[in-house]
């Protein structure tokens, strides 16, 4: 997260479950170290808006600027605003992979639809 403090700038990468076991390897070293993209087998693709490089095998990615860094000091908390995103159209639902500690992840489950009750300028 220094990189992204002088920089200014991030790519958020959403990995869904096909990555479970990259996305604990690459948690697992530093890219001081080592070159993660050629470690794991992955494709950097140049960003549109950041110079910061965006992971092709992820479902979404989001290129940021950092917004507000008034709370990193404190609590190394980052505001970013995403200026661009990308999408892969398929599928509509991904299976996200979610931490939740403890080297434990819950994976996005069944869909659900409660269309009908939202008002219609709500959707
Ligand atoms: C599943 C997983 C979740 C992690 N979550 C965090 C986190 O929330 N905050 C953090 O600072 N590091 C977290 N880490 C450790 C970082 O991924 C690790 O410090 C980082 O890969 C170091 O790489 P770098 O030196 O290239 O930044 C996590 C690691 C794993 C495997």
Redesign the pocket.
């Known amino acids: ?1 220094l ?1 992204s403090r002088n920089s200014g700038e991030c790519v958020i990468n959403l990995p869904t479950t096909r990555l479970t076991d990259t ?2 390897r ?7 170290e080592i070159d ?1 993209f050629a470690e794991f087998g992955l494709t950097s693709e140049q960003g549109e808006k950041v110079d910061a490089p965006l992971i092709d095998e992820c479902h979404a990615n989001f290129e940021c600027r950092l917004h507000d860094d008034a709370l990193v000091d404190k609590y190394n908390f980052f505001i970013f605003e995403v200026v661009k995103a990308h999408v892969a159209p398929s599928p509509k639902h991904p299976e996200t992979l979610h ?1 939740t500690g403890d080297g434990v ?1 819950m994976v996005s489950g069944k869909i659900i639809s409660r269309r009908s009750l939202f008002r219609p300028d709500m959707l």
């Open positions: 997260m990189r996305v604990v690459i948690g697992n070293t530093s890219g001081a993660k931490y992840f």
